[in-house]
């Protein structure tokens, strides 16, 4: 079965309005290394995980996740910029000529990263993180 692809059009006024940009799922290998290994981080860090339960699925488990590693960002930059940019290597540009890899300043917006971060978060765990911090 072909991976999920996710298409995301910035429409915020800035540079970047206009831009599409193709989002492809990861192999679950790939992700779930990704997952523990910011886990991992976020915990030698000293965010609290005790909330992480096996009954909230993996869904809640992801959503503390991202909170436990932005909240471990400060404390551990080296590792978790690693794992930012790992996050980002699965976002192309589309072009008239077809998608292509990431460079230099395809995104020019700090506004847009956070857009498409969020977006490759939601295509690997299969909800939204906004619907998520509502409930």
């Not at 079965?1 to 429409?11: G, N």
């Not at 790939?30 to 981080?41: D, S």
């Amino acid at each position: 079965m072909a991976r999920k692809t996710l298409d995301v059009k910035i429409d915020a006024e800035g540079r970047d309005k206009g831009k599409t940009f193709l989002i492809t799922e990861k192999p679950s290998a790939q992700a779930e290394k990704w997952a523990m290994k910011a886990l991992a981080l976020a915990a030698r860090s000293g965010v609290d995980l005790g909330n992480i339960s096996p009954a909230m699925g993996i869904q809640g488990i992801a959503a503390l996740g991202v909170i436990a590693l932005m909240n471990a960002v400060s404390e551990t930059w080296d590792e978790a910029e690693s794992l930012l940019d790992e996050m980002m290597t699965c976002v192309q540009i589309k072009e008239a000529s077809g998608a292509r890899d990431l460079i230099g300043d395809d995104i020019e917006e700090v506004a847009t990263r956070v857009e498409l971060r969020k977006a490759v978060l939601e295509l690997h765990v299969g909800f939204s993180l906004a619907d998520k911090g509502s409930k």
